[in-house]
C-alpha cells in the first residue's frame, strides 16, 4: 500500500505533536517524515502523497519544516520573502491539475510578501514563525472542513435520494478521497462517515480506480478498518449495478471545479456520471472550497496531467502489456456540469439555479467569502458531527471570525463587532484534545484566545470518541478557579454550551509556558508563591470548610463527574504504568529492567492502590485535575493557570501533588542539559518547599477568617465545635494540623504516581524528554523513579516538606 498523505508527519518531523507516537492512533493514520520540499515534491510527484486537500497542506508543511530549519541564516522578512516563493513556485511544479495547490502556493507567498512589505527590514526569524503558522493553521482548517463537508453532504444525498426520513441509502464513490487523501475524515468519504454516524448508510461501494488503484488500495483499506458495510467492485461493474437498482446515489472528489461547475476528477469519473443520468442516480462532488476555482472559466481550461505508461502497461513491477503499445494515461477526465447534482463544500451545497445546467460558481465562492449575517453560524450550518449537540458545527480560521463577532461580550473584547474586518485568527492548539485559535485585532493588538472542543481526541480522530461535555466541565472550572482566584486563572468571557466553545482572556506575551521556561533554564522567584495562592483559595473555596457539608454536595451534583477525563486518569497514572499496556513507554532498553520490576513490585502497587481509592472516593474540593507545568502561563511577574478540561471533585492532595511532582521531574531532569544548572536545580527545589508552605499558611488563614462551623448556626466561622464548647479554639488548630497533614501525605504520594506515569506510561514530559543523549536522560529518569517510589511509600513520615526537598537532592546526589 502507498504511504498515506504527509500532514501529522511533516508537523511530527518539527516535535510540535510530541505525543503522536505515544498514542494509540487508528491505522488509517501513517506518519513519514518530510524533511524538505525537495523531499515533498518527490512524493506528491510518485503520488505517495495524493488528494488535492493532501497535496496542498502536505506542501505547506513541508515549506515549514525546511523554513523552521533554515531561518536563523535568513536575516529580514524580506530574505524569507524570497525563499517562500522560492519554494512554492518549485513545489507548484509536482501536480498542476489539483487547485488547492495553487491556492495554497499563492496564499502563502502573498503573507510573504506582505510581511516582508511592511518591514523589509524586519527580523527574518518572526517573519518565518508568521509563515510557519500559517502553514500548520491550513491542517486543522482542512479537519474541519472535512467534518462540516460531511455533515452538508449527508443531508444533501440524503434529500436528493427521496427515500422516507430516516432510510439508510447506499452508495458509490470512485478513488479515495478520505483520511489518506486530506488532513483527516475526508472529502467524498468524509460524506460517507457523516451518514454512518447518523445511522444513514446502508452499504458503501468503491470503485478499483485503474490504472492506480486508489480505490482497492486506499478506500477499500479505510472501509475494511472501520468497518463499514462495504464492497469493492472493478470500474466496470458500476453501471451494471446501478441497472440493478443497488446504487441511490454517488458522491466523488474533485481535483479543480471550474467557474461553470465542470469538474476534473480522478480519471473514470465522467464514466459513472453518464452512467448516474442514464440510470437516474444523483451525481455529486464533494471539495473544501479552496477546490473551487472561479478564475478557471470551464473545464476546457483545465490542465489534465498525463501520468507515466507504466502504470497501465505494468502491474506491481511486472509487464503486463505487450512491448511497444502506445499508452494514453490521463491522470483526470472532465465531468460537465450537467452531469452534477451538487457540489458539497464546507460552506453548504453548491447548486444550479432552477432550469439551469451549469452552476455559479463564481458567486458561491464569493457569498461564501462575506460575513454571515451577523449570526454565529454559516448561512446553512451543516448537521453536527456524531455526538455533538445540535446546533454545533466545527470552527475554522474564517469562521472563527463571524462566531467571535456575534457574540457581544466577545466581541467587546475585541474592540466591537465593527472592527470584524481587522480581525484575524490562527489555530495554536498544541494539545491532543481541542482546537485552539488566538483572535486578534489587527489595529489595537486586543485579542482573545477560543478553544472548541469536538466529539474526538484531535490527534488520533474518531477512533478515540471523547464526550463534549468536557467542554462544560472546563468552563465551570475555570468560573469557579477565577472567582476564587482571579489574579492567577484568567477571566472567561463565555461558554457556548451549544457549539463547545470556551473564550477566555488571552495571555500576552511575553506569557510563554512554564515548562518550556524551565528548560530554558529561566528562573520564577514568585512562582512558589503564586501556586502557593491558587492551591489554597481553590481548594479551599471549593471545599465543605467554605460552603458546608450540605453545599459541597450540592455542587459536587450540579458539577457532575466529568467521568470521561476521569476514566482516562485512572488509566494512565493509576492503572496502566504497573501492568503490560500498549500505551506503556520508557527509554529502551536501559530502562526495561525498571519497568519490569515496577511492574512486580507489590508493595509500590498496593500503595497506588490506595491512591486510586482516593482519587475515586474523595471529593473533597474542585480540582484543576491536570496541574502539571505545561497548564501553567507566566512571566517573572506574573502566574495564571489554565487548562481546567479535567476538573472534578477529588482530593485535595491530587492537585498539589500534581504540581509538586512535576517540579521534582523538572529537577531531576536539569543534569540532563549542558551547562551549569546548579542555581536553577536549587531554585526547583526551593519552589517544593515554599509551595507547600505558603499553601499552608494560607489555606489555614482562610479556614480561621472564613471557614463555617457547619450545622450550628451563629457560631465563629472556622470553629469546628463553636466557641461556647472548652478547648474548641485548640481542637480548631489540632483538627487543621492533623487535616494539612493528611493532605501532604496524599500529596506526595500522588506526585510520585504523577511522577512514575511520565516515565513508562503514555505522555511523558518535555523536561525528560528534551534530553537527547539516551543513556543520560535514562539515568536521569532512573533517579526519578527512586524518589516517585519512596514518594508514594514514604509519604506518611515525611512529616516535613524540607525533608522531600532533602530526599530528592540526596538521591539527585547518589547519597539516597
Known sequence: MASAPTLEAIRYSRGSLQLLDQLKLPLTTTFMVVPDCAACWQCIKDMNVRGAPAIAIAAALALAVELAAVKSTLATAADV??????????????????????EAVDRLKALAASIAADAPEGSGDAAAER??????????SDVAANRAIGAFGADALCAAVGKPKGTPIRVLTHCNTGSLATAGYGTALGVVRALRESDRLEHIYCNETRPYNQGARLTAYEIAF????????????????????????????????????????????YNLAISCAYHGVPFFVAAPISTLDPATKTGADIVIED?????????????????????????????PAALIAGIITEKGVCAKKPGDVQFEVGAFVAAAAKK??????????????????????????????????????????????????????????????????????????????????????????????????RVRYEAEALQFAHGYCPAHVPEVHLYDAAMSVI??????????????????????????????????????????????????????????????????????????????????????PQLDAAAAALRADVEMKAAIGELKKKFACDGAALLH???????????????FVIDHEFAFYGPMGFDVGAFLGNILLAYFAQDGYE?????????????????????????????????????????????????????????LKAYQRRFLGDVLEDALGFAGAKMTRRIVGIAHVADLESIEDKDKRAERETLALMCARRLVLEGKTLTNIEDVAQLANDINNGNA
Open 226 to 269: 472501520e468497518k463499514m458495510p462495504g464492497t469493492l467492485i472493478c470500474d466496470s461493474v458500476a453501471a451494471a449495478l446501478m441497472a440493478k437498482k443497488k446504487v441511490d446515489a454517488v458522491v466523488v472528489g474533485a481535483d479543480r471545479v471550474a467557474d461553470n461547475g465542470d469538474t476534473a476528477n480522478k480519471i473514470g469519473t
Open 503 to 588: 473564550v477566555m482572556r488571552f495571555l500576552e506575551p511575553p506569557h510563554i509556558i512554564l515548562r518550556g521556561g524551565l528548560i530554558a533554564g529561566k528562573t520564577y522567584t514568585r512562582l512558589a508563591r503564586h501556586m502557593g495562592e491558587y492551591l489554597a483559595t481553590t481548594l479551599f473555596g471549593s471545599s465543605a470548610l467554605a460552603v458546608g457539608c450540605e453545599t459541597l454536595r450540592k455542587n459536587r451534583a450540579a458539577f457532575g463527574q466529568n467521568e470521561d477525563m476521569c476514566a482516562l486518569t485512572e488509566q494512565v497514572i493509576f492503572t496502566e504504568p504497573y501492568a503490560e499496556a500498549e500505551n506503556n513507554k520508557w527509554t529502551s
Open 81 to 102: 520573502s524570497a525563499f517562500v516563493a522560492e519554494k512554492m513556485d518549485y513545489l507548484c511544479t509536482s501536480r498542476p491539475t489539483a487547485v488547492n495547490l495553487g
Open 307 to 335: 501520468r507515466p505508461s507504466a502504470e497501465v502497461t505494468h502491474s506491481l513491477g511486472t509487464r503486463v502489456a505487450a512491448e511497444g503499445v502506445d499508452v494514453w494515461n490521463p491522470s483526470f477526465d472532465v465531468t
Open 372 to 469: 454571515n449575517g451577523g449570526v454565529s453560524a454559516p448561512a446553512s450550518a451543516p448537521a453536527p458531527p456524531a455526538g455533538a449537540p445540535p446546533g454545533f458545527y466545527a470552527l475554522d480560521c474564517d469562521a472563527v471570525l463571524d462566531y467571535c463577532a456575534a457574540k457581544p461580550s466577545v466581541a467587546a473584547a475585541l474592540g466591537g463587532a465593527s472592527r470584524r474586518a481587522h480581525w484575524s485568527a490562527k489555530e495554536v492548539g498544541d494539545g491532543n484534545i481541542n482546537f485552539v485559535y488566538i483572535v486578534t485585532d489587527g489595529g489595537s493588538n486586543a485579542s482573545v484566545v477560543v478553544k472548541q472542543g469536538l466529539p474526538y481526541v484531535r490527534v488520533v480522530g474518531e477512533a478515540w470518541p471523547l464526550t463534549q461535555e
Open 675 to 731: 551547562g551549569d544548572r546548579e542555581s536553577q536545580k536549587l531554585c526547583l527545589l526551593q519552589c517544593v518547599v515554599e509551595t507547600w508552605i505558603v499553601f499552608e499558611q494560607r489555606f489555614t488563614q482562610l479556614w480561621n477568617e472564613k471557614g463555617v462551623a457547619d450545622g450550628t448556626a451563629g457560631v465563629t466561622p472556622g470553629m469546628v465545635y463553636g466557641d461556647q464548647c472548652a478547648g474548641g479554639a485548640e481542637a
Open 131 to 140: 509563515v510557519i503558522a500559517e502553514c500548520e493553521g491550513m491542517l486543522a
Open 625 to 639: 485535575g491536570d496541574l502539571h507545568t505545561g497548564s501553567i502561563m507566566c512571566t517573572e511577574e506574573t502566574t
